[in-house]
């Protein structure tokens, strides 16, 4: 009995709480508290597991996060903030094909700004009005939309080995100053984790704070410009 508490004890001791208790009765108060310490003990192990993967999770959201700001900081103009902010996105999450449309407020339509690896098969959209497919509709509701297992006959994600429809299918408005300038979509071949959701939400808000500061810089050009001809 005393060498069966002791071997418990020791396999405790090497972390191997995979090991049984049995309790020779009711009465054996031992065998009991060795039990019931073993069950606290793995509860705490599986929170500290869950514990150390939610910081994990925030590591690698926030460094992500920053690596796109660094990568569309300074003055680039809107077509490169476009594409660059595509690509490191689709490729934290994992995408096989990224869209990105820049909302025009004036005539209320968002223009393609740039595309992630599509090829000339695929039939892109130039441009969506406001409430126009997924694109419009995000653009309307100002809401993520996010469609899953849908099938689609022209739209297929393919690489050099295999070519087949995307699993997971996200749109997310890009707002600054809550007034939008651009919607962002992606296929996914898998569906879309948890810490990619938490990801797109905060990528989403830096590509449209670049987006706006380079409409800016185009707009102040322009005017540069109108007034050096005047």
Known sequence: ?????????????????????QPKSSQDT???SMQRMIANLREMLTEIERSLKAVEEQNWVKDSVNQLSLDISGDLPLDQVCQKSLSLIARQIRAGHGV????????????????????????????????????????????????????????????GTVSEPPVTVCAYPLLYDAKLYGVLEMANSEPLQPIHQTFLESASRVTATAIFSALQRERMQELLQQKALA
């Open 1 to 21: 009995y005393i060498q069966d508490v002791t071997n418990v004890a020791d396999k405790i001791s090497r972390q191997e709480l995979s090991v049984t208790v």
């Open 30 to 32: 031992l065998n009991l």
């Open 100 to 159: 990105l449309y820049v909302y025009h407020a004036d005539k209320e339509i968002l223009t393609r700004g740039g595309a992630f690896a599509f090829d000339e098969q695929d039939l892109l959209a130039e441009q969506f009005r406001v409430g126009e497919g997924i694109i419009g509709q995000v653009a309307r509701e100002l809401q993520p939309i996010t469609l899953t297992n849908v099938p689609r006959v022209r739209q297929r994600i393919t690489t």
